[in-house]
């Protein structure tokens, strides 16, 4: 009687592994990437089709292959960067397992064309779902050119699972900008179809690489970092305190060159920025960390994405104080205002300046809330009002719901005296709630009400911006933000909420993309929804260390009786505090 365990045959053998490799078009490049740049490539270019699903493309002018080479190296564990086992130990190369074009021969048709520069002439080599390979003699460029099609044609159960052309170009072109980041010496290019997606020219610096791939707006809100510790040595970008994204999706860390997600070296991250960022939020952070090979285990997934290290405590502590370091000068503060969206409160303004701006929110709030038929107490000609008077020092009686108002502690805290009680009040959490809630309802009646910006505003973004742009158009629109391409990476804002300040309109709409380009699919819209409406709310309200005048204290605090969950801001912060006597008089021990 046959036993129930036998060997499984090559053709499957192959497929299995080919799944631990090859998960996605995205990956599919990332190998042949990483190829390219272990072949001492200086150009390399990218061409995609159907978002990776018909066509990768990669030519790059590396030192190519002989015909006895390129036949090997679609031979599974046939590589060119090992040769015995303590080899392991000291891995230079961003490739070592010898997989990546076995993987692809094997779930996709694939054709390889490469030259040596010694050489004459060059090879073809032609093979499909693991079928033998086909090799002839071709005349072609010195280097290597790759083409994957047809990704997963001969496995329906994983082509069924890739995503929409678009969703899986936003992974490419997330795999593309960590490349680029990691190879500042290397002239890169991606194009989708007939579009160029990425160019990113050599550089002759790291930060003009950095400044090339995420954009001019963001570089400029990131700060160089270094650190050493014996042949430890960290270097990199840090990001404003209040430059965050809702994903860890821009903290960029890279170990010996190589692109690798790791915990230790994320929370250390987190570690450095500590109370300067509030929590469920991460910054943008460009990290590159040079370890003596023998101290880093690269070895740990076929992806290569995961590393061990041999002390993650010291690699640890490096990295978050060089971090924190560089954050506890304050660099960003230097440069006055800042475009980026602030989660946190914002530092005091001079006096008049504070009183300005909030008079202009809170008019523009009243006013908006008087055309909906919810005046909040008031006059019609709020909208154009001289500045209200500052409140009398001897105001009596009870004027609000929450009793007396006695005035505001640090522009910030609104005071008021009940009875017995004491009742603090925070001034942009109350305004951010009401904000938050009158935009969501108006979402979902059709949509956040839009206004036409007298001034077009040109708005530079990175690549996986301007596709979220293009995917997620529609979307936009119920948030109350039109806008068109202007060039290759460049769109044109015609129209924002009517909610936001016109000059936090730039800064608002980078920060609603960036929120969309992490949405992965339509599930995950409604709760992204609100979130992207809690920051628009951010915007539209009064913020710490701003005056408010009386009248407008009071229209804030009626309102807040009309809101449902006033008690707490939309980011879970709470509202108002209250104090009684006893305990006021318990603190100071006089009972």
């Known amino acids: 009687?046959?036993?129930?365990?036998?060997?499984?045959?090559?053709?499957?053998?192959?497929?299995?592994?080919?799944?631990?490799?090859?998960?996605?078009?995205?990956?599919?490049?990332k190998e042949l990437l990483e190829n390219s740049l272990d072949a001492g490539a200086r150009n390399i270019q990218c061409q995609i089709e159907d978002g990776g699903r018909a066509l990768i493309r990669v030519?790059?002018?590396?030192?190519?292959?002989?015909?006895?080479?390129?036949?090997?190296?679609?031979?599974?564990?046939?590589?060119?960067?090992?040769?015995?086992?303590?080899?392991?130990?000291?891995?230079?190369?961003?490739?070592?397992?010898?997989?990546?074009?076995?993987?692809?021969?094997?779930?996709?048709?694939?054709?390889?064309?490469?030259?040596?520069?010694?050489?004459?002439?060059?090879?073809?080599?032609?093979?499909?779902?693991?079928?033998?390979?086909?090799l002839r003699e071709a005349g072609t460029a010195a280097g290597t050119l790759v083409e994957v099609s047809d990704l997963f044609f001969n496995t329906p159960a994983r082509r069924k699972f890739l995503r929409s052309a678009a969703t899986e170009l936003t992974h490419i072109q997330a795999w593309m900008v960590r490349l680029a980041l990691m190879a500042p010496g290397v002239r890169l290019q991606l194009h989708h179809g007939k579009r160029l997606l990425l160019e990113a020219p050599v550089a002759a610096e790291f930060a003009q690489r950095a400044a090339a791939v995420l954009?001019?707006?963001?570089?400029?809100?990131?700060?160089?970092?270094?650190?050493?510790?014996?042949?430890?040595v960290v270097d990199g970008l840090v990001g404003d305190p209040d430059l965050l994204r809702g994903s860890p999706r821009d903290v960029f860390v890279f170990v010996n060159g190589r692109f690798v997600r790791d915990r230790v070296l994320q929370h250390a991250i987190l570690s450095g920025y500590r109370s300067l960022m509030p929590p469920g939020r991460y910054p943008v952070?460009?990290?590159?960390?040079?370890?003596?090979?023998?101290?880093?285990?690269?070895?740990?997934?076929?992806?290569?994405?995961?590393?061990?290290?041999?002390d993650g405590d010291r690699i640890h502590r490096l990295l978050s104080g060089s971090v924190s370091q560089a954050l506890a000068g304050s660099p960003w503060l230097s440069r006055g205002r800042s475009y980026v969206i602030r989660r946190t409160e914002s530092a005091p303004e001079p006096a008049d300046a504070a009183a300005?701006?909030?008079?202009?929110?809170?008019?523009?709030?009243?006013?908006?809330?008087?055309?909906?038929?919810?005046?909040?107490?008031?006059?019609?000609?709020?909208?154009?009002?001289?500045?209200?008077?500052?409140?009398?020092?001897?105001?009596?009686?009870?004027?609000?719901?929450?009793?007396?108002?006695?005035?505001?502690?640090?522009?910030?805290?609104?005071?008021?005296?009940?009875?017995?009680?004491?009742?603090?009040?925070?001034?942009?959490?109350?305004?951010?709630?009401?904000?938050?809630?009158?935009?969501?309802?108006?979402?979902?009646?059709?949509?956040?009400?839009?206004?036409?910006?007298?001034?077009?505003?040109?708005?530079?973004?990175?690549?996986?911006?301007?596709?979220?742009?293009?995917?997620?158009?529609?979307?936009?629109?119920?948030?109350?933000?039109?806008?068109?391409?202007?060039?290759?990476?460049?769109?044109?804002?015609?129209?924002?909420?009517?909610?936001?300040?016109?000059?936090?309109?730039?800064?608002v709409f980078l920060e609603v993309l960036g929120e969309l380009s992490d949405l992965g699919h339509t599930e995950a819209w409604e709760?992204?929804?609100?979130?992207?409406?809690?920051?628009?709310?951010?915007?539209?309200?009064?913020?710490?260390?701003?005056?408010?005048a009386p009248a407008e204290v009071r229209a804030l605090v009626a309102e807040m009786k009309r809101t449902e969950f006033s008690s707490r801001c939309p980011h879970g912060r709470p509202v108002v505090t209250r104090w009684t006597r006893a305990e006021v008089e318990k603190w100071f021990q006089r009972r």
């Open 59 to 134: 030519s790059d002018d590396g030192e190519g292959m002989s015909r006895e080479d390129l036949e090997l190296s679609v031979v599974r564990h046939a590589t060119s960067k090992l040769r015995t086992p303590s080899d392991l130990d000291a891995i230079r190369t961003l490739g070592f397992r010898g997989e990546a074009l076995a993987s692809l021969a094997a779930v996709a048709r694939l054709r390889i064309v490469s030259r040596r520069p010694q050489d004459e002439m060059g090879w073809e080599l032609v093979c499909q779902g693991g079928e033998p390979p086909r």
């Open 356 to 507: 300005a701006g909030v008079r202009e929110a809170m008019q523009r709030y009243l006013a908006l809330a008087e055309r909906a038929g919810k005046a909040i107490g008031a006059s019609a000609g709020a909208k154009t009002r001289e500045p209200l008077p500052s409140p009398a020092p001897a105001e009596t009686g009870r004027d609000t719901e929450f009793g007396r108002y006695l005035g505001a502690l640090w522009q910030t805290f609104l005071v008021f005296e009940d009875g017995p009680d004491m009742v603090l009040i925070d001034q942009h959490a109350l305004h951010e709630r009401i904000s938050f809630e009158r935009l969501r309802a108006r979402a979902e009646q059709g949509g956040v009400s839009a206004q036409r910006l007298l001034v077009p505003l040109d708005v530079e973004t990175s690549a996986a911006l301007f596709a979220a742009f293009s995917e997620h158009r529609e979307k936009l629109a119920e948030l109350g933000f039109e806008a068109e391409p202007f060039g290759e990476r460049a769109l044109r804002l015609l129209a924002a909420p009517a909610e936001i300040d016109p000059l936090a309109a730039r800064s």
């Open 527 to 548: 709760e992204a929804r609100l979130d992207i409406l809690a920051r628009m709310a951010c915007h539209a309200s009064v913020r710490a260390g701003q005056a408010l």
């Open 285 to 310: 952070v460009v990290a590159r960390l040079a370890l003596p090979p023998e101290e880093v285990d690269v070895n740990v997934h076929p992806q290569k994405l995961e590393v061990r290290f041999a």
């Open 1 to 29: 009687m046959a036993g129930k365990i036998h060997l499984l045959p090559s053709e499957l053998i192959d497929r299995i592994a080919a799944g631990e490799v090859v998960e996605r078009p995205a990956s599919a490049l």
């Open 215 to 232: 954009g001019r707006e963001v570089f400029e809100h990131l700060h160089p970092f270094s650190g050493r510790d014996g042949d430890f």
